[in-house]
């Protein structure tokens, strides 16, 4: 079956200090995957998605997430986090069905010490 | 591009009325779009997929008669609470999927910034 984990509900880091949000997924085919960055009381918003190519993926805010197909992850990275970056964020892997569904992890929240 | 809107941002409604929330495809037209419900604390939980001009398929254990989807045209869909009761409270997301497969092999969703629905 299609999942998503993330494994750490979550995570404590200090202002400056470097960031790593894991994400694993099970799907049988090609995953597209996707990290999304939600502020409290807001929507979604797209930090990057891989597709296909280059397996290391710039996104904004500074962040990035590296594609292993060996370890059918997808964690995300920023070298050096501000407290602009407390957030909840969700990884997901798009399925290639009539509809393009989404399936979501249960999310990582990020608190940032200052 | 890819701009989803939502409105109301946020509704207050008493027990027993109905409320709609529009989604809206502002640049884009959308053949399919996605009603999400998100609880305190959680991920999102997809309630129904709704493809214009087609009944909306909802997900297991969603009511489709509590939760009427419309999806008349291709750029807007519409979700109506009916009878609303506290339980119902929750942030709801709407999401569409661009039609136009253009450059990438993957057709993503855009998503609206959410509403606030709080049912006294």
């Known amino acids: 079956a299609q999942s998503v984990t993330q494994p750490d509900i979550h995570i404590t880091v200090s202002e400056g200090a470097s960031l790593e949000l894991r994400c694993n997924y099970s799907?049988?085919?090609?995953?597209?995957l996707f990290w999304y960055v939600q502020s409290p009381g807001q929507g979604l918003q797209l930090l990057l998605k891989?597709?296909?190519?280059d397996t290391l993926v710039q996104g904004i805010k500074g962040f990035e997430a590296e594609f292993k197909r060996s370890q059918s992850s997808f964690n995300l990275r920023k070298p050096s986090v501000h407290w602009s970056d407390a957030a909840e964020y969700f990884c997901?892997?798009?399925?290639?069905?009539?509809?393009?569904?989404?399936?979501w992890g249960a999310g990582t929240k990020l608190i940032i010490k200052p | 591009g890819a701009v989803v809107s939502q409105h109301p941002s946020r509704v207050i409604c008493k027990s027993g009325t109905s409320v709609k929330i529009e989604c809206r495809s502002l640049?884009?037209?959308?053949?399919?779009m996605f009603w999400y419900r998100q609880f305190p604390k959680q991920s999102l939980m997809l309630m129904a997929t709704?493809?214009?001009?087609?009944?909306?398929?909802?997900e297991q254990g969603v009511e489709k008669d509590k939760f009427l989807i419309n999806h008349a045209s291709l750029t807007l869909s519409t979700l109506t609470v009916t009878s609303a009761h506290p339980e119902d409270s929750s942030f709801y997301i709407c999401?569409?999927?661009?039609?136009?497969?253009?450059?990438?092999?993957?057709?993503?969703?855009?998503f609206g910034p959410g509403t606030r629905l709080t049912v006294l």
């Open positions: 999401s569409a999927r661009d039609q136009a497969t253009g450059q990438s092999s993957y057709n993503e969703q855009f």
């Open positions: 640049d884009f037209q959308a053949t399919t």
């Open positions: 709704s493809n214009e001009g087609s009944k909306a398929t909802y």
């Open positions: 799907y049988g085919a090609t995953p597209y």
């Open positions: 891989y597709f296909s190519g």
């Open positions: 997901a892997v798009g399925v290639v069905d009539s509809n393009y569904q989404l399936i």
